[in-house]
């Protein structure tokens, strides 16, 4: 300190006040870049830490689930639309649809899952709604809908997959009973607050959590959550998402009408 103290002094006595103003410059300048070096190193340690645990960026609304009586948040839906093409191969184009054009006006059944081609979703849950569509449109349902944080490509071809039977009319969506909804970028289920992460196990990355609910004009009149919903979840639980456990409460909710 002494050192610097006497240096700071012939300075002052034998330099010019330009020379000095040059000389504090250097010295502030080489102590910000230690402060910001040193503080780039604590957020890269920090990263570091947090990625070992988990590398998916999360943000807590995503996990904040909706409720009864909670309104449908508004985005949009990448789809796939039937033209009159001559490409047979290929009859699609690009069709932006939202929330509203799904569920405005409209008392409908959406259930939710993890993935397309998975094994529960492919054996029970869907097969379990397309062979009860009928029941459910007789019980004041007016449309059925599957969601999956799956492309839209993907989505059609698991529904021939699955036997679906396909809507050929210009201007359709796809299927005649189930409509599958593609939410690729997670928009939906984001804001469903019911995203959900398998990166260490399945190695899905962001998906949905497997829910199911009734939406009438766009607000949630009953929902059907699984339960010891965490990410990375190991158990898929499967037990009240179910086509069986929707149509209990249809016809309860009938009766009760009556």
């Known amino acids: 300190k002494n050192k610097q103290i006497a240096e700071l002094t012939r300075l002052l006595t034998n330099t010019s006040i330009s020379t000095f103003n040059k000389y504090l410059l250097v010295e502030i300048s080489r102590r910000t870049m230690k402060i910001i070096t040193q503080t780039l190193s604590l957020l890269l340690l920090l990263q570091a830490s947090c990625a070992a645990k988990y590398s998916h960026k999360v943000v807590k609304d995503w996990e904040k689930a909706k409720k009864e009586g909670d309104k449908l948040p508004k985005v949009e839906f990448l789809t796939r639309t039937r033209i009159d093409a001559d490409d047979v191969e290929n009859p699609f184009d690009w069709k932006t649809l939202t929330t509203d054009d799904y569920f405005k006006g409209k008392r409908v059944v959406l259930f939710s899952l993890p993935g397309a081609f998975t094994p529960t979703c492919s054996n029970t849950h869907l097969p379990g709604y397309e062979n009860a569509y009928e029941d459910m449109k007789s019980l004041g349902i007016d449309e059925v809908y599957c969601l999956s944080v799956n492309d839209a490509f993907v989505m059609r071809k698991w529904g021939l997959d699955q036997g679906l039977e396909e809507d050929m009319t210009i201007g359709s969506l796809g299927f005649t009973k189930v409509k599958l909804i593609p939410d690729g970028a997670s928009h939906f289920t984001r804001g469903m607050g019911m995203s959900n992460v398998w990166e260490s196990n399945r190695g899905f990355g962001e998906r949905s959590w497997r829910y199911s609910m009734v939406v009438n004009n766009g607000v949630i009149e009953k929902m059907f959550i699984e339960p010891s919903r ?28 009556l």
Do not use: C, I, Q, R
Request: aromatic residues 8%; negative net charge; hydrophobic residues 25%.
């Open 230 to 257: 965490v990410h990375n979840s190991d158990p898929d639980p499967f037990e009240v998402s179910d086509s069986g456990t929707m149509l209990d409460y249809l016809k309860s909710n009938a009766n009760d009408e």
